[in-house]
């Protein structure tokens, strides 16, 4: 159940052990540079995964559908996460993305052990769905990731454990929805860089609910909450630049 990469191989090739159940441990050495698309994916008894130092680039599906995986650590040579890489790995509780300075779509939906996340001082987006329902999610260094400009949409939804959440100085937009279904959430750090807020993003957490302001802005002046009867609504001189998405709902 254990294979070792041999050295002669430079590329594993796209869904080359997809499927295979035997498989519990490989080892990737410092010889592959790259790791193709769905190399690993299903591969459902697959406990651990060593990869070296010199491996670029890990393809999208890479080990989707994991669901035995529990310890992996990418190299710093790797600095793109792409889209499906950990869906469904369900009994992976740490990951380390370091490393990492791209983090794409659905990257580690529905990693429901997953507890811990540790994140790169560079990372410079997270794209839809990246965290949905990681449903254990309690620690993840956000707040340390000042060259992060975008939060996709949904990437949260539905990490049920998150309390507190810094969004960190420097971030821009805020996708849709981005915190749905975060029951637990009671505490929101917003930057003033913050200039667009989508649809709902904030909407369905306790800490929203909560605020029982008459006009609540945010960030570089936006709009994200307003109870005022429509007859007695004022907007001038209050600093808003931008309407954030579902603010008058």
Sequence with gaps: GVYVIPDTVTMIGESAFAGDETLKEVVIGPH?????????????????????????????????????????????????????????????????????????DYAMW?????????????????????FAQCQKLEEINIGDCTHLTAIGDYAFADCAMLTDFVIPNGTQAIGKLVFYGCSRLTDITIPDSLSVVDFGAFTYTPWYQEREDDYL????????????????????????RYIGGAAFR
């Design 217 to 240: 802005i945010v960030g570089n002046g936006v709009l994200i909450k307003c109870t005022v009867h429509p007859m007695y609504l004022d907007l001038a001189d209050k600093g808003i």
């Design 110 to 130: 529905y990693c429901v052990s997953l507890e811990k996340v540790i994140l790169s001082a560079e990372l410079s987006a997270i794209d839809s769905w990246a």
């Design 32 to 104: 592959v540079k790259a790791i193709g698309s769905g190399a690993f994916r299903g591969c459902t008894s697959l406990k651990k995964v060593t990869i070296a130092e010199g491996v670029e680039s890990v393809g999208s599906y890479a080990f989707y559908g994991c669901s035995a995986l529990e310890d992996i650590a990418f190299p710093s040579t790797v600095e793109r996460l792409e889209s499906y890489t950990f869906y469904g790995c369900e009994n992976l509780e740490a990951l380390s993305l370091e490393h990492i300075k791209y983090i794409e």
